[in-house]
T-cell receptor, first 113, second 111 residues
Framework: KAGVTQTPRYLIKTRGQQVTLSCSPI?????VSWYQQTPGQGLQFLFE???????NKGNFPGRFSGRQFSNSRSEMNVSTLELGDSALYLC????????????FGPGTRLTVL | TQLLEQSPQFLSIQEGENLTVYCNSS?????LQWYRQEPGEGPVLLVT?????EVKKLKRLTFQFGDARKDSSLHITAAQPGDTGLYLC???????????FGTGTRLQVTL
């Protein structure tokens, strides 16, 4: 079974631009969660989608948004990029069961200059 | 507000040594997961513990869930360089589906 894939793997943007990251979950998984990982703050939850609906949301500004398509693929968008948005963005898929075990992709490394 | 602490933050040991890392909180967890993340990769799920006092073993790794379900530990016996990585605990509180990750313990095992 193929794992979680994320594209692109690396991205360099400048302040003020916007960016869209993509995630394809494991086949059959209906839950997709997004996380931001930085050295200072660790792994922080952004949002979770389940069957195309946002089920949970973390404490991030509205510049961070996401969506999920009918095939469970998900995208997240960050508008008006700031230097502090530089991070590893991880996508995780899950069955959405009560334990919500997460299967992570390799991440997208975003650098904002 | 839930306070989740992992200790130690950093650990550098030699091959063959034993070690224990901890995950503590003031909140009661309905379940807890441990992950390991290697450089350049996403975290990989190691185990899920659910019942207070539960002990699970994965080869040389032993996971324990506290009786009160507020803490957990991970013990590694005879550490190997392949154990190097960031160990993250991720508890689940109540019926919430989202996970909150600890800041992690960064383990380095040298020859």
């Amino acid at each position: 079974k193929a794992g979680v894939t994320q594209t692109p793997r690396y991205l360099i943007k400048t302040r003020g631009q916007q960016v869209t990251l993509s995630c394809s979950p494991i086949s059959g998984h209906r839950s997709v969660s997004w996380y931001q990982q930085t050295p200072g703050q660790g792994l922080q939850f952004l949002f979770e989608y389940f069957s195309e609906t946002q089920r949970n949301k973390g404490n991030f500004p509205g510049r961070f948004s996401g969506r999920q398509f009918s095939n469970s693929r998900s995208e997240m968008n960050v508008s008006t990029l700031e230097l502090g948005d530089s991070a590893l963005y991880l996508c995780a898929s899950g069955t959405g069961s009560s334990y919500n075990e997460q299967f992570f992709g390799p991440g997208t490394r975003l650098t904002v200059l | 507000t839930q306070l989740l602490e992992q200790s130690p933050q950093f650990l550098s040991i030699q091959e063959g040594e034993n070690l224990t890392v901890y995950c503590n909180s003031s909140s009661v967890f309905s379940s807890l997961q441990w992950y390991r993340q290697e450089p350049g990769e996403g975290p990989v799920l190691l185990v899920t513990v659910v019942t207070g006092g539960e002990v699970k073993k994965l080869k040389r790794l032993t996971f324990q869930f506290g009786d009160a379900r507020k803490d957990s530990s991970l013990h590694i016996t005879a550490a190997q360089p392949g154990d190097t990585g960031l160990y993250l605990c991720a508890p689940r509180i109540g019926t919430a589906s989202k996970l909150t990750f600890g800041t992690g313990t960064r383990l380095q095992v040298t020859l």
